[in-house]
């Protein structure tokens, strides 16, 4: 754990989150990514994962949401209840569930939307647009196809090059196995593998699908009902049982776990 802390790059320290100055989404949640480093934020439907993202990003408010308790830290730099740009210029960019291409522009213009924000010349700018390509070959056949026109894989692979065309330095992924055919997850989660490698950007990942985000990860947090219930790196929790049982459905037998068996786990609350 201090291993972890150390050098942090983004840190969250035990945050509530509160919409409609009602209802509370997150209780106490903390967790941090170190400089260079892959980390997975994972949970099932309603743990409160995307609304962690938001709450990084500065998307909280025009959903009328804030932190009511707690900070977040990225860079050194105090991001609670900031806007969204602030949080870009400093180099934090998102990609949303669900990808969200312009269906309209083309593949190409895509990805040159996401340079809109940059101010270090033209000449670095398109070096970068060329890498996009290289790391996404499957874009590099359908430049001037419609995004709209593109398969669920092909548009997340635009978003996320559009994203690392904002040069970031920490990249966040909501969801992005969602929807997709087995082999474009795989795909998809070794060209988030390569990014992190060959251009050295920090990922912190939010994932359902926990079997390949612990592949790929460093160091991982488990979410439920708005918490923190478990955490460590994601070797260990690739072999905890738990883990196995109740977010990769493998029982000691070999077997799958109902879902009438994993609502019996949610009431048990074995890590709450």
């Given at each position: 754990m201090d291993k972890q802390k150390s050098g942090s790059l983004l840190e969250v320290n035990n945050i509530e989150v509160v919409y409609n100055d009602i209802i509370q989404v997150l209780r106490g949640v903390s967790l941090h990514v170190t400089q260079g480093g892959i980390v997975a934020l994972l949970g099932t439907n309603g743990a409160g994962k995307t609304t962690t993202l938001r709450a990084i990003s500065g998307l909280l408010k025009?959903?009328?949401?804030y932190i009511r308790d707690g900070y977040i830290k990225f860079a050194g730099s105090?991001?609670?209840n900031v806007l969204g740009t602030q949080v870009v210029?400093?180099?934090?960019i998102m990609v949303p569930e669900g990808r969200r291409v312009f269906k309209h522009l083309t593949v190409e213009e895509n990805i040159r939307v996401g340079s809109i924000t940059r101010k270090d010349g033209s000449q670095k700018i398109h070096a970068d647009h060329d890498k996009m390509y290289d790391h996404f070959p499957r874009l590099a056949k359908i430049t001037n196809r419609l995004?709209?026109?593109c398969s669920g894989g092909e548009q997340q692979m635009?978003?996320?090059?559009r994203a690392l065309m904002a040069s970031p330095v920490m990249l966040m992924l909501d969801e992005p196995s969602l929807g997709l055919a087995p082999l474009l997850v795989k795909e998809i989660f070794e060209n988030v593998q390569t990014i992190n490698r060959e251009l050295g950007t920090t990922i912190l990942v939010v994932e359902q699908n926990a079997k390949i985000a612990l592949q790929?990860?460093?160091y991982a947090y488990i979410m439920e009902s708005g918490k923190i219930v478990l955490e460590g790196p994601s070797r260990e929790l690739k072999n905890n049982p738990d883990v196995k049982e109740f977010y990769m459905g493998i029982t000691q037998g070999g077997g799958r776990k109902s879902f009438k068996e994993v609502k019996s786990y949610k009431r048990r609350k074995r890590w709450m």
């Amino acid at each position: 754990m201090d291993k972890q802390k150390s050098g942090s790059l983004l840190e969250v320290n035990n945050i509530e989150v509160v919409y409609n100055d009602i209802i509370q989404v997150l209780r106490g949640v903390s967790l941090h990514v170190t400089q260079g480093g892959i980390v997975a934020l994972l949970g099932t439907n309603g743990a409160g994962k995307t609304t962690t993202l938001r709450a990084i990003s500065g998307l909280l408010k025009p959903e009328n949401g804030y932190i009511r308790d707690g900070y977040i830290k990225f860079a050194g730099s105090d991001i609670t209840n900031v806007l969204g740009t602030q949080v870009v210029r400093l180099g934090a960019i998102m990609v949303p569930e669900g990808r969200r291409v312009f269906k309209h522009l083309t593949v190409e213009e895509n990805i040159r939307v996401g340079s809109i924000t940059r101010k270090d010349g033209s000449q670095k700018i398109h070096a970068d647009h060329d890498k996009m390509y290289d790391h996404f070959p499957r874009l590099a056949k359908i430049t001037n196809r419609l995004a709209g026109y593109c398969s669920g894989g092909e548009q997340q692979m635009i978003a996320i090059a559009r994203a690392l065309m904002a040069s970031p330095v920490m990249l966040m992924l909501d969801e992005p196995s969602l929807g997709l055919a087995p082999l474009l997850v795989k795909e998809i989660f070794e060209n988030v593998q390569t990014i992190n490698r060959e251009l050295g950007t920090t990922i912190l990942v939010v994932e359902q699908n926990a079997k390949i985000a612990l592949q790929v990860s460093d160091y991982a947090y488990i979410m439920e009902s708005g918490k923190i219930v478990l955490e460590g790196p994601s070797r260990e929790l690739k072999n905890n049982p738990d883990v196995k049982e109740f977010y990769m459905g493998i029982t000691q037998g070999g077997g799958r776990k109902s879902f009438k068996e994993v609502k019996s786990y949610k009431r048990r609350k074995r890590w709450m």
